[in-house]
């Protein structure tokens, strides 16, 4: 059943690995919007304590296991139910933004108290447009005409109503624990018959997936195989289709020059073999 909630509370969860929070700039960001009923999470997925600032005001949770972001964010998730705040908002360590992010979206909340997530726009550092996107435009050459897609968005920068999810299971997908979260994420939420409301506010992405030469070995593993494994689970009719995607990703990787290893994973998707 989904929950009751009736505080006005508002958490905020940043995910670390491997930076120091006074570096992380959604921290620098974000701290200076929070108000006194809002409640600052902080993950910290690093070997090592990133805690490099008094943490007076905020929850710090140190997971040097790294279970990944799906255990961050269903940690954040139970975390914000038992402080009885209705709404997370999730960020990456490197998401920028606004000054005024916290007040639009307040507004936000108040014009759309019914909906289940709220995604504001996400643009690259270069200006190119990141989130929301189409799912089967990002994985399909050819999606047929007039088909019902799915509106989706990156995880940083969106908001849950937690009262409109049930409280028996995990919201996160921990199969998906780094790559293709967003998008099972944005699936599941299609298949429960809700949709995303999108707001008037716009946020800076770095992106490591937007270099594949230069991606470490097993980081492009993990993104390709994740995609690949969620193709089989959500559209198992369009496995060609999504085939000949890799196939002309491996074309342009190679004319690139991208390293032999990752080529072979490419075509071991490629051939079915994943």
Do not use: C
């Amino acid at each position: 059943m989904e929950e009751k909630m009736s505080k006005p509370g508002h958490s905020f969860l940043i995910v670390l690995y491997n930076q120091k929070l006074s570096e992380s700039a959604a921290y620098r960001d974000l701290s200076p919007q929070l108000t006194e009923i809002d409640n600052l999470i902080i993950y910290d997925n690093s070997p090592t304590v990133m805690r490099d600032i008094p943490v007076t005001g905020m929850i710090y949770l140190h997971d040097p296991t790294n279970g990944g972001l799906a255990t961050a964010y269903n940690a954040a998730v139970k975390k914000t139910r038992v402080m009885d705040n209705q709404w997370l908002t999730i960020f990456d360590q490197d998401t920028r933004i606004p000054d005024d992010f916290n007040y639009h979206l307040s507004l936000a909340i108040a014009s759309h108290e019914k909906s289940s997530v709220l995604i504001p726009s996400v643009k690259l550092e270069d200006g190119r447009k990141l989130s929301p996107f189409w799912i089967e435009d990002a994985l399909f050459v050819h999606y047929p005409a007039g088909a019902s897609k799915t509106l989706a968005a990156i995880n940083s920068g969106m908001t849950l109503n937690l009262a409109s999810f049930p409280t028996g299971k995990e919201l996160f997908d921990t199969h998906y624990g780094l790559d293709f979260l967003d998008y099972a994420f944005f699936k599941q939420l299609q298949r429960s018959e809700k949709k995303p409301t999108q707001i008037d506010v716009t946020l800076t992405q770095s992106l490591s997936l937007s270099n594949f030469r230069t991606m470490s070995q097993s980081r492009f593993e993990s993104f390709q195989l994740s995609e690949a494994r969620f193709v089989n689970e959500f559209y198992p009719s369009f496995k060609s289709k999504y085939r000949l995607r890799v196939s002309l990703r491996l074309v342009k990787q190679l004319l690139k020059r991208v390293q032999w290893s990752k080529v072979k994973v490419m075509l071991r998707v490629i051939g079915g073999k994943n």
